[in-house]
């Protein structure tokens, strides 16, 4: 051995030391709780625990005000988009009106000859003149979103700092399971409901209220105009950082996008207000497109594993075909992700369920991959202190042709009969328990197949004590 190697093997002793104490270090760190780091406490969790506790200090009219006086502005502006468009739109369609009436019928009296190209140049027109004033309003939007959300949060953080200062009584610590309400006081959007209590479970019974509404969708989801609204953004405020939340569900399809379908119309329901509290609609989805590609690694690897065990099993060889027939590139039915808001009247989280087909055919069954997805999301509602959830009850928003009153009460009982089932199976999950559950119905559809269908559902959880609505 040289006087080098010698010289040498005190000091890779010493880094295999330091080495192992640093592997132990990050060890004891990450996996022993009373030697973990602290957690970093990020500016959402500081400014969630002051709104919390403003809105329910005596300053909570001023700031339900202050959110009504913002939402009023941007409302403003987007009635003025609406206007602008909507009289644009008329112009150019009187414009393209008369192009091809001259094309037809030759020019009119004091106009010039037009010819096919022309028509064609008007519609590319047309078409930036409108995209260029979307894009006009759109920044106008962006920009004053932007500017209220600062001030907003700016403002709170200096109030709750002067509230706390001052000789006002002190804010104090409000528990979060309290800021409930247990019954709605949602604007009644339709004449069309039946609300009912139930009692489900064998040994340990659970009380839940039940209640039947025929409406648009997105109407639960706006609030009144004027002093009216309130009483819903106190509620819808005060309950926002508790242990209960209230959800509604969608039927959305695998695309990811805003731009079409009852998507559109709730990225547009939430861009009528500022979004205080959470990112915005898109930003939300493109989050969940950067998560459901990991997502989607995942389920293939998975459905690989388990054909190749239960090929194992049976003694075969790998069926490469049934994997490469599962496509593995955007979401299936039955799956769904959630948005959070803050600005829908009485509603946190949306939940969005994927379905790419029509449900309004006769497929249906309790092991549909949507039915199954229902259980998945109530599940989900029930480990995050979701308490009040909102269904569709047809799995559908609209009223088709093929919707029959004896297929109404086909899909109805098909729905109770498996809420039912899932709903009892909630004791086992953990969490809390929806308490209340909505079920939506149409808002066109026949009162006499509302009544049938309330029968059925007080029939199927037998209901001792119906409370009638107004």
């Given at each position: 051995m040289t006087v080098e190697s010698e010289t040498d093997a005190p000091k890779q002793s010493k880094e295999d030391m330091e080495n192992l104490i640093k592997a132990w270090t990050n060890a004891f760190t990450e996996e022993v709780l009373e030697f973990a780091q602290p957690p970093e406490v990020r500016d959402e969790e500081v400014f969630a625990d002051v709104y919390h506790s403003l809105i329910h200090s005596p300053l909570s009219e001023t700031i339900l005000q202050l959110e009504a006086s913002y939402a009023c502005t941007v409302e403003t502006l987007c009635r003025e988009r609406d206007y602008k468009l909507g009289e644009m739109e008329n112009r150019q369609q009187k414009e393209m009106n008369d192009a091809v009436m001259s094309v037809s019928h030759g020019p009119v009296?004091?106009?010039?000859?037009?010819?096919?190209?022309?028509?064609?140049?008007?519609?590319?027109?047309?078409?930036?003149?409108?995209?260029?004033?979307?894009?006009?309003?759109?920044?106008?939007?962006?920009?004053?979103?932007?500017?209220?959300?600062?001030?907003?949060?700016?403002?709170?953080?200096?109030?709750?700092?002067?509230?706390?200062?001052?000789?006002?009584?002190?804010?104090?610590?409000?528990?979060?399971?309290?800021?409930?309400?247990?019954?709605?006081?949602?604007?009644?959007?339709?004449?069309?409901?039946?609300?009912f209590t139930v009692t489900l479970g064998a040994q340990m019974k659970q009380m839940h209220n039940l209640r039947l509404v025929?409406?648009?969708?997105?109407?639960?989801?706006?609030?009144?105009?004027?002093?009216?609204?309130?009483?819903?953004?106190?509620?819808?405020?005060?309950?926002?950082?508790?242990?209960?939340?209230?959800?509604?569900?969608?039927?959305?399809?695998?695309?990811?996008?805003?731009?079409?379908?009852?998507?559109?119309?709730?990225?547009?329901?939430?861009?009528?207000?500022?979004?205080?509290?959470f990112p915005i609609l898109q930003t939300q989805i493109d989050k969940v497109k950067t998560d459901m590609r990991k997502a989607m690694l995942w389920r293939e690897d998975f459905t690989k594993k388990r054909l190749e065990m239960e090929a194992r099993l049976a003694g075969e060889p790998v069926d490469q075909a049934a994997s490469s027939k599962q496509d593995f590139s955007k979401l299936q039915d039955g799956d769904f992700y959630l948005t959070r808001h803050s600005n829908l009247c009485e509603t946190h989280v949306v939940f969005h369920l994927i379905s790419d087909e029509p449900l309004d055919n006769d497929s249906v069954n309790s092991r549909h991959p949507v039915i199954i997805g229902l259980r998945n999301l109530l599940k989900t509602a029930c480990m995050n202190d979701i308490t009040t959830l909102t269904i569709p009850l047809l799995l559908s928003h609209k009223m088709t042709e093929k919707m029959t009153v004896a297929w109404c009460m086909k899909r109805a009982e098909l729905m109770f009969k498996c809420i039912k089932g899932f709903m009892m199976e909630m004791s086992g999950w953990g969490g809390t328990e929806v308490k209340t559950l909505q079920f939506l119905l149409p808002a066109d559809i026949n009162q006499d197949v509302f009544m049938k269908l309330t029968s059925l559902l007080s029939s199927i959880f037998r209901v001792s004590n119906p409370i009638r609505g107004s």
């Open positions: 009296k004091g106009g010039a000859p037009m010819c096919e190209r022309d028509i064609n140049v008007l519609a590319t027109q047309h078409i930036t003149e409108r995209e260029m004033l979307i894009s006009k309003f759109e920044s106008e939007l962006a920009t004053l979103h932007q500017n209220q959300f600062t001030e907003f949060r700016q403002w709170v953080m200096c109030v709750h700092e002067e509230y706390k200062t001052s000789n006002q009584k002190p804010l104090g610590v409000f528990p979060r399971s309290e800021s409930s309400f247990s019954i709605s006081s949602q604007t009644e959007v339709s004449a069309l409901q039946e609300s025929a409406a648009n969708i997105l109407d639960l989801c706006k609030y009144p105009s004027g002093e009216e609204a309130l009483p819903q953004r106190l509620q819808t405020s005060m309950s926002l950082y508790s242990n209960n939340l209230c959800g509604l569900v969608i039927l959305s399809d695998s695309k990811l996008q805003i731009n079409s379908g009852i998507t559109k119309e709730l990225s547009d329901l939430c861009s009528r207000s500022t979004e205080f509290h």
